[in-house]
Each structure stands twice: as C-alpha cells, then as structure tokens.
Nanobody
Framework: QVQLKESGGGLVEPGGSLRLSCKVS????????IAWFRQTPGKEREGVSC????????DYKEAVKGRFTISRNNAENTVYLEMADLKPEDTAVYYC???????????????WGRGPQVTVSS
C-alpha cells in the first residue's frame, strides 16, 4: 500500500523559508504525479503545486509562483517543496498527494499524507 509521509513544517517568521518533504513508501515514486495542497480552518483545501511523473513538468498556484519550488528525487522516493519569502497567508496545513496519472490534475488524487502545519508569524 502506498503511504506518504510529510516532514519539515513548523513556525517561521514572515520572509523566511521552509522546505517540506514528502516521502513515498510502498511503491516507486516514478509512477506518481505528486501535488501539494494546503488548507486553513473554514476554507476548502487548495492545490498549491504539482510535479508530474511524465517529464517532471511543474505547476504552481498563482499566489506562490516565484516563491515556491517543487522538485522530485525518484531515487530517494521523495518530493520537496521549497518555500521562500513566506507570508502570513501561507499559514496552513500542507498535504502531499499522489496520483497515478502522468500529468498534474488537482481534482483527483489516489493517496494522501497527513499534513504538517506551517505557521508564518512574527
């Protein structure tokens, strides 16, 4: 069974950086497109960034373009989300999700992680 385990959340001041990791177990990462989502209380979960299994194509929500970078290391079975110039509005629980499709599609995911909290506050 495929499992996703995130790490790297925490508290950071505005303008700071964090790196989230999503470790895949139970299968090879190379078969999956991975997306990061985030959710705050009272709001729907939203797709933030995605990296496809096919050619490693990437996608970013407009609000994080130029600040977040997604990457994958298939040998380590891990996807990373580098977050820079963090803002208070980036505060959320961040989830990674795996989709067996070859292209990014936030609407459909096969597996979910449990999500670390990211808090941006002074």
């Amino acid at each position: 069974q495929v499992q996703l385990k995130e790490s790297g959340g925490g508290l950071v001041e505005p303008g700071g950086s964090l790196r989230l990791s999503c470790k895949v177990s139970g299968d090879s990462l190379r078969f999956y497109t991975i997306a990061w989502f985030r959710q705050t209380p009272g709001k729907e979960r939203e797709g933030v960034s995605c990296i496809s299994s096919n050619y490693g194509s990437t996608d970013y929500k407009e609000a994080v373009k130029g600040r977040f970078t997604i990457s994958r290391n298939n040998a380590e079975n891990t996807v990373y989300l580098e977050m820079a110039d963090l803002k208070p509005e980036d505060t959320a629980v961040y989830y990674c999700a795996a989709d067996s499709g070859e292209w990014c599609d936030y609407a459909y995911q096969d597996y979910w992680g449990r999500g670390p909290q990211v808090t941006v506050s002074s």
